[in-house]
Structure formats: C-alpha cells, structure tokens
C-alpha cells in the first residue's frame, strides 16, 4: 500500500512536468499564497482541490473540527506567519457538514484527550443549548452547529492580536466564514466576511439563532 503512494507521487510528479514544464523550478522559486486556508483534519476536504487552486497558492491549516485557538502553538505559529510573512489577503475558516468532532462535542460520549480539544464547541454548544434542542432531528442539529463553529472561529480570529495589528497598521486582511458539503463538493459562504474591527463588532451583535 505505501509502495503504491509513492508510484502515485511518481506519475503526478510526471504529469506535472507534462502539463508545465517549468511547473517545480517556479513553485521552488518562492511561496507566495493569497490565502490562509483554515480546515477541518477530514480526509474528505481537501483544501487545494476544491477550491481548485495550485500548490503554493494556498496556505493551509488543519485540525480537528476547524479550530482556531487562541492558546495554540501551532495554529498561532501558522497565523502569525501567514499574515506577517507571507502577508496573504484572505483568511478563510472552513467547515464541513456532518463534522465528527462537533458530532462528538455535541453528543455525550467520552473520548478522552480530544474531549478537551473540542471543549471550545461543547461550550458553544452548551450557550446555545436551549435553541439546538428544539432541532429534533441529530444530524441536522450537528450541521447548524457546524455553522455556528465556524462563525464563532471567525469571531476569535477577528479578535486575534496578530489580525487586529495588521490591522492597525492598515494591512488588507479579511477573514470569511464558509461550509462545505460532501455530499455534493460545493462550498457555501455564510456571510460571515470581517476586514476590521466595525465589522467583527457588528458580526459578535447579529443574533446566533432566528427570533434570538
């Protein structure tokens, strides 16, 4: 089986060269993405391919449940480099429905140390808790939860020093709030779009739930 990983590394690395001779002299040359892409650990979600972009076009990181922590090394090392180094454009914080680690966070099993990685969504899910439970029906409460996710990691970046410094020294820098669906590969933007600090005020006022 990794015997079959590399010969696949083989023909694509061939094709490649096919399609664009130069393809790997100008992608070693130098990095230069537009956007910080921030997703889902799914298998099923590849960033670069569904939005159709090349390598070194999008920066990408990736956890469990799409998680933008502000007490994390490695999620605030990837930040801090992609907006102050590579100065992309765009942040972009992805979700998925049907995710299985909000799936986990919302029911009650115990899993053990993924319990505490996920507590920032039972937490959310425990402020919200009154609304989610009128949805009867599990998997569409997870998909609802899956949005909120995402709308309160755009939230916490929005509140980010290393997003509110770019900022303040006037830097273009958005961060947008989109779901993906694997049932049928399309995207959806959840009109979450912030590029400064109005924007992230009047984003944290809107009403998580209809009627409140």
Known sequence: MI?????????????RVRAEPDFFRRLSAQQAPDYLWIGCSDSRVPANEIVGLDPGELFVHRNIANLAPPRDMNFLA?????IEVLK???VIVCGHYGCGGVRAALDTQRRGLIDHWLQPVADLAHRHVDHLKKIADFDTRVNV???????????????????????RRNQKLAIHGWIYSIRDGLLRDLDLTVERPKDVDRLASRAWFPNG
């Open 145 to 167: 939860a899956c949005e909120h996710n995402v709308r309160a990691q755009v939230e916490y970046l929005g509140h980010n020093p290393f997003v509110t410094d770019a900022w």
């Open 88 to 90: 992309v454009r765009h």
């Open 78 to 82: 990837v930040l801090q480099f992609s």
């Open 3 to 15: 015997r079959t990983l590399l010969e696949n590394n083989m023909h694509w690395a061939s094709a």
